[in-house]
């Protein structure tokens, strides 16, 4: 593989975290940018340079501006942010469903990721085979939904679907060199599955390594077609 710099937005994430750790250790990788709302305490990482940024459009923008020396040059891009619960639990009937949750929700899931694919498009325009994963879940598929419930995080993953979607057809005209990778990593133990895990299966229930590690694989094995792919973490398609 030839050199690359790799974009980790949402770094604070936990399989963000294993993903900057395999890029600190692979030689092909130059540099990464992790992007965060907050500095972590120490830096030990050699290659990554911490970016701070409250999500805002302006702020996404400055960011964008101080990568241009890099386009096309940054070929992997991780959108990790997401939210599934905050002050309250994700809706399990329609009594539950408050406008405030849902705009929480669908800010952080949904309209944060799409700022950055807007914004990334010029430094994106390059020679350079790109991969750009964004975070999804299964629970966003609209065909594979038995079991209802969890409304706003299933509607904010389903739209953020269709953004993905509806962007890798411009980028197939503006940016030719990049793919679109819907993710869903499976149940993966960190913060956002805390309060889900006591059903979880212990074989079901995945380190942030072991994703980590799936998904740049997968990021380095994908058909380069223009077209975006929803994913899961053994690399199997899932239908929209
Ligand atoms: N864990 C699972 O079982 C599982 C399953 C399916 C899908 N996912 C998806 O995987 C992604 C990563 O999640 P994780 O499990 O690694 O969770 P995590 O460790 O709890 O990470 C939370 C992520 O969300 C961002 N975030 C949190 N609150 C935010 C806010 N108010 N505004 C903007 N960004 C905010 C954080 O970014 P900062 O660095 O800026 O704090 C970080 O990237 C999420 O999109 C999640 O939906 C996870």
Redesign the pocket.
């Given at each position: 593989m030839s050199s690359f710099y790799a974009l980790v937005?949402?770094?604070?994430?936990?399989?963000?975290q294993a993903a900057i750790q395999q890029f600190e250790a692979d030689k092909d990788c130059l540099g990464v940018f992790a992007?965060?709302?907050?500095l972590p305490n120490s830096e030990t990482a050699t290659k990554t340079q911490w970016l701070e940024?409250d999500?805002s459009e302006d702020s996404i923008q400055q960011i964008c501006k101080s990568l241009s020396a890099y386009s096309g040059k940054i070929s992997k891009v991780l959108i990790?942010?997401?939210?599934?619960h905050n002050s309250m639990m994700p809706e399990r009937k329609l009594e539950e469903i408050r406008a405030s949750q849902l705009e929480?929700i669908f800010?952080?899931?949904t309209i944060?990721p799409m700022l950055w694919l807007s914004q990334l498009l010029p430094i994106l325009q390059g020679e350079q085979a790109t991969q750009v994963a964004l975070?999804?879940?299964?629970?966003g598929s609209i065909s594979d939904n038995k079991t209802g419930g969890w409304y706003s995080?299933r509607a904010s993953?389903a739209a953020l679907n269709m953004l993905i979607q509806t962007s890798s057809v411009e980028y197939a005209r503006r940016a030719k060199n990049v793919k679109f990778i819907a993710f869903?990593?499976?149940?993966?133990?960190?913060?956002?599955?805390k309060p889900f895990q006591r059903s979880v299966p212990k074989d079901k229930l995945f380190t942030?390594d072991f994703v980590a590690t799936q998904l740049l694989y997968i990021m380095g094995s994908v058909t380069m077609d223009n077209k975006a792919a929803y994913l899961d973490w053994n690399n199997q398609p899932i239908e929209w």
């Open positions: 937005i949402g770094a604070s994430s936990a399989i963000a992007v965060s709302r907050s940024s999500y990790c942010n997401g939210i599934l929480a800010h952080t899931n944060i975070f999804s879940a299964r629970i995080y993953k869903h990593p499976g149940t993966t133990d960190t913060p956002l599955s942030a």
